[in-house]
């Protein structure tokens, strides 16, 4: 079954601390994977994707089929950053578009 | 405002209600998706669109769900007789035909079954 497992509920780093967001998925193919944050009463929206391989407000993500994850780093967490990051995997190998999500990690940081 | 609009943004409604969310997507995006959102969980999909066409219906769909796109613009989402499991956040979002996975998401409507 296709599935994206984030093992953090919560992630409290201090300003400047280097950050990992851990995703891992399920999925038989090629998947395409995602990263989606929500900051504080703001709608979700695209923060990169795998295929992209860019970098974001100084986050990167590196897909490792090996280990099946799609970890979202920064080498130093800005207070900005606090928000809800939510990973996802695309099921456009069925030409479907439709997303699924982990449950999202909650990121504090602080001063 | 270019982006994905959903109204209304709250709706509180009593247990065997029924309610009618609508999502206005992008004017040049075909591709309309519905989500459901519950606390502590990412967004679970329920269905999508192609222009005017529902091309999947999640589990998750019960037959008390309905959705609509019936000139491939706007959407309606409807639920008759609401349970308190209703209770959610309920988004849409909307993608060009040609960039289907890159989403844009609108603001939500909040239900809340009492």
């Known amino acids: 079954a296709q599935r994206v497992t984030q093992p953090e509920k919560l992630l409290s780093v201090f300003k400047g601390a280097p950050v990992e967001l851990k995703c891992n998925y399920s999925?038989?193919?090629?998947?395409?994977l995602f990263w989606y944050v929500q900051y504080s009463r703001q709608r979700l929206q695209l923060l990169l994707r795998h295929i992209s391989r860019e970098s974001i407000k100084g986050f990167t993500a590196d897909l490792n089929k090996g280990e099946t994850s799609f970890h979202l780093k920064k080498p130093f967490a800005q207070e900005e950053d606090s928000a809800m990051y939510y990973c996802a995997l695309s099921n456009y190998g069925g030409s479907q578009g439709n997303l699924i999500f982990g449950k999202g990690t909650k990121l504090s940081v602080k001063p | 405002d270019t982006g994905v609009s959903q109204d209304p943004r709250h709706k509180i409604t009593k247990r065997g209600q029924n309610v009618t969310f609508r999502c206005d997507p992008i004017?040049?995006?075909?591709?309309l998706y519905w989500y459901r959102q519950t606390l502590g969980q990412g967004p679970e999909f329920l269905t999508y669109?192609?222009?005017?066409?529902?091309?999947?219906k999640s589990r998750l769909l019960s037959d008390r769900f309905s959705a609509e796109r019936p000139k491939g613009s706007f959407s309606t989402l409807e639920i008759q007789r609401t349970e308190q499991g209703d209770s959610a956040m309920y988004l849409c979002?909307?993608?060009?035909?040609?960039?289907?996975?890159?989403?844009?998401f609108g603001s939500g409507t909040r239900l809340t079954v009492v």
């Open positions: 669109f192609q222009n005017e066409a529902q091309l999947e």
């Open positions: 004017s040049e995006h075909n591709r």
């Open positions: 979002a909307s993608s060009p035909w040609d960039r289907v996975i890159e989403y844009t």
């Open positions: 999925y038989s193919g090629s998947p395409e």
